[in-house]
């Protein structure tokens, strides 16, 4: 479609082309903000504050590290299995100065997935939170990493916090599970070594270089790394910065450089709260509040009372729980003029009550991993519309397609298509998969079918693609299938998404089973072994038979459409 459509349908203040930034990489783009911020707060965590000197000064130890007590070299993988701790920020700006390539990786994973991503991205480095050690000593010998770096929750908070905090953690609480790897650093001591060892050697990066493998799947629920170089990541920087310059109708910008506090729950190691709090925050000198475990409510709402904060991040599901918290409605708003959710579709009820309560609308954006990941964000403020994904990034292309590839008549549903600076270099070691959804122009193929109206928003309307958004995570029908299927009492399997209040979607399991005393609670035991939480059937439907083609391939759509039927009915 032709990108002059949108031109005169941007909010005021922001231009059709996104503007380029004045680096070669995001280690110069990092190095900027800890010059230009240098005395002003970088990231809280666990009420403990760093400024940008002080992360400028503990990723350079961290850098330095790598650089001397290590044979790694630019190019080489580390893999980063953190929650938001104060660790994360600076491991992550450290591995970039040091000319390596990011792999994120969750640390709820299990250990089925976590030697898959270590084996396939070739990590040869691994830092971990010692909460998940025994899912690493399980299986760091079958990998590839060779150095293995341990870091308990409050490591850089001050003693004696530190002190009270990790034996909380430990003693109290006894959140980490035995596990023994006496070849593991702590992260301190790393720190220490790398500061001994004095300034690290800037590596040059270039904007074609690899800075990020951030996994995803596919409908055969294989991860894949997408390959997101630093022109790609600062691409969507350059765009996001274009698109906040909307200006208030008063005429005053919405982000001031250096002035806004952002909390930040969602985890660093998903690719929107990276490019958001890691990159485009920093870039503009912000303050971002990490929240280490959202789920828990009551922390979460204390950890943010103390702050007059202006911005905050989420998705639908987080949104519900902070709403239905009594504790809730006590936090100072009054400061507050941004929301931006991502990751998952916001569900309309939630956008009305969230406004009522805080007085700000939401805006919600649209992307995914392989664009680094934002394709699309709603204006601020009153311009925002609710249930829409908003107008395209400056400086990216849209397109809606027909199965055979035309375009379809504006106004009609197709699938939507991407080409931009952001879209990904590939998938990591998979040309065959890079081929099936990107083509020798650049248009990236979503697998999600969409619509843009004559007012210029578009509206996501299905997804070709079997996978379930849970909680903003794609969970995969394929990987679930797999998993019970090896259960003794279990002859086949189905697994659909379905709409959930909370997380948005969430997995449905039809079973079909040669064991009579089989229970749901017995598939969920099983599935808990396998796979992380999110992605662990709750609700499960024993039957006797699954609609199939001639085959013998299971038809989801059936599936699919008998639930919809079956839920219109009950309404």
């Not at 341990?150 to 109290?172: G, Y």
């Not at 519309?385 to 504006?410: H, K, M, W, Y």
């Not at 197709?414 to 070691?429: A, D, H, I, N, T």
Request: proline share 7%.
């Amino acid at each position: 479609m032709d990108t002059v459509f949108w031109d005169d349908k941007r909010p005021k203040g922001v231009s059709s082309q996104a503007e380029s930034l004045p680096f070669n990489s995001l280690t110069e783009l990092i190095e900027s903000s800890f010059s230009r911020y240098g005395d002003k707060p970088a990231f809280t965590g666990i009420g403990h504050t760093l400024t940008y000197k002080e992360i400028d000064q503990l990723s350079a130890q961290f850098a330095s590290w790598l650089q001397n007590h290590t044979d790694l070299k630019p190019g080489d993988r580390i893999a980063i299995q953190l929650p938001n701790l104060l660790q994360y920020p600076v491991a992550a700006y450290g591995a970039l100065r040091a000319g390596l390539v990011i792999v994120n990786t969750n640390p709820l994973y299990t250990a089925h997935e976590l030697k898959h991503q270590l084996n396939d991205s070739g990590a040869k480095a691994l830092l971990f939170l010692e909460n998940f050690g025994h899912t690493v000593e399980e299986v760091v010998s079958e990998t590839p990493v060779q150095y293995l770096i341990r870091t308990s929750f409050a490591d850089l908070v001050p003693a004696p916090k530190r002190w009270i905090v990790n034996a909380l953690v430990r003693h109290v609480k006894k959140l980490v599970p035995s596990f023994n790897l006496p070849k593991a650093l702590h992260f301190r001591d790393v720190l220490t070594k790398g500061k001994a060892a004095g300034s690290f050697k800037p590596q040059p990066r270039t904007l074609a270089d690899i800075a990020i493998l951030q996994y995803t799947g596919g409908t055969t629920g294989v991860a894949k790394g997408a390959m997101l170089t630093h022109g790609n990541l600062m691409a969507n920087i350059a765009q996001t910065q274009t698109a906040l310059k909307q200006t208030q109708p008063n005429g005053e910008p919405w982000f001031e450089d250096g002035q806004e506090t952002a909390i930040a729950p969602l985890p660093l190691y998903h690719i929107y709260a990276f490019i958001v709090n890691m990159m485009y925050f920093p870039f503009t000198g912000q303050h971002n509040v990490l929240v280490a475990n959202p789920r828990d409510m009551s922390l979460f709402i204390k950890a943010i009372k103390p702050w007059k904060f202006t911005v905050i991040s989420g998705l639908n599901t987080l949104f519900v729980g902070l709403m239905n918290h009594p504790d809730f409605k006590e936090l100072d708003f009054s400061a507050l003029k941004v929301t931006m959710s991502g990751g998952t579709a916001l569900q309309e009820d939630t956008a009305e009550r969230w406004e009522e309560i805080t007085g700000c609308r939401v805006s919600e954006g649209y992307g995914l991993t392989e664009c680094s990941p934002i394709v699309s964000f709603n204006p601020l403020g009153k311009e925002a519309q609710p249930g829409t994904a908003g107008l395209p990034l400056p400086s990216t292309d849209i397109r809606f397609v027909d199965p055979e590839g035309n375009d379809v008549p504006r106004g009609e549903p197709g699938e939507l298509c991407v080409r931009g600076p952001q879209v990904m270099k590939g998938y990591w070691r998979r040309g065959d998969a890079t081929a099936e959804v990107l083509d020798d122009e650049g248009w990236l193929k979503t697998g999600d079918i969409a619509q843009v109206e004559e007012d210029g928003f578009i509206r996501i309307v299905d997804r070709i693609k079997d996978l379930i958004l849970v909680s903003g995570f794609n969970v995969y029908p394929n990987e679930i299938e797999s998993v019970v299927s090896t259960h003794p009492g279990v002859d086949n399997c189905a697994c659909i998404g379905i709409p959930d209040k909370k997380t948005g979607e969430a997995p449905l399991l039809y079973v079909i089973t040669s064991d009579s005393s089989l229970t749901k609670d017995d598939i969920i035991n099983w599935c808990r072994e396998k796979m992380t939480a999110y992605k662990i059937p709750r609700q499960i439907e024993f039957r006797k038979e699954l609609p199939m083609t001639p085959v013998g391939k299971v038809l989801r759509k059936e599936l699919r459409d008998e639930y919809k039927q079956q839920s219109k009915l009950a309404s």
